[in-house]
């Protein structure tokens, strides 16, 4: 977001309806995976199914796009007839490549220029840690709490590397952090599900899923829409007669 073709949001939001997120998780995550609408997990027991989200839109993207180009060039801008970036990713990682791919043909229908540069890991850390990019394609853990959502895109922000500044994307998360009831969290992660469709940070892809296997041996909880991992204090061993009948 410090790069000047990005600080209008319209841009960003014509980029996100741009993409076929249905097309990557099918293709990509071989079906194991569910589409991103945002920072906020779909999972999570606050997640109103109701608010908006970006849904694929080629056509629509192309004529945001187009307005919000044809804006800055009437403004004095510079901007080229074509939105032209680069996109980075690291060496070596194969699902992180085709899904840059599969992004750099769904933009290349709306006439944006998305160029992919690999660089060695190491690089790549590097060059995110000196804000020396125009996109970088990532992965990022967050799941049932919103600390990590908060660090990447709060203004304040610790790991706020892409340099993203938006005043109801900050009052949703630090209403978070102050809730005091449930209704409260609710609304304030409403909010966050809100700000972040109205002024997106970033384009959100997927949801990656995690397969256990566990032994027979031990009677596992399982999470609602969680990973059985955060049960397994719960877990207790099968009684012999129900491990042998296994």
């Known amino acids: 977001n ?144 919103v600390s990590r959502p908060f660090f990447f895109w709060h203004s304040g922000g610790l790991s706020n590397f892409s340099g993203y500044s938006s005043a109801s994307t900050d009052r949703a998360l630090d209403g978070l952090r102050r809730a005091s009831g449930e209704a409260e969290y609710r609304d304030s992660f409403r909010q966050l599900q809100e700000a972040t469709f109205n002024d997106p940070p970033a384009i959100f892809l997927a949801w990656g899923q995690t397969a256990r296997a566990v032994s027979r041996r031990f009677d596992v909880l399982k999470a609602p829409g969680g990973d059985i991992r955060m049960t397994i204090g719960d877990w207790k061993l099968t009684a012999p007669s129900t491990r042998a009948a296994n």
């Open 2 to 145: 410090r790069r000047s073709f990005f600080r209008n949001a319209e841009v960003r939001r014509a980029l996100n309806y741009a993409v076929d997120r249905k097309t990557i998780v099918e293709r990509a995550f071989r079906g194991h995976g569910i589409v991103a609408d945002g920072p906020a997990w779909p999972l999570h027991w606050a997640h109103d199914a109701s608010v908006t989200a970006y849904a694929y839109d080629p056509a629509r993207a192309a004529a945001l796009l187009e307005k919000a180009l044809n804006a800055e060039r009437a403004g004095g801008g510079r901007g080229s007839p074509n939105l032209k970036f680069v996109c980075l990713i690291p060496e070596n990682f194969q699902l992180w490549e085709r899904l840059a791919l599969m992004v750099q043909r769904d933009l290349a229908e709306i006439g944006v220029d998305m160029v992919v540069e690999s660089v060695p890991f190491d690089r790549f850390n590097q060059r995110i840690a000196e804000g020396d990019f125009d996109v970088v394609l990532m992965e990022m853990v967050s799941g049932f709490s």
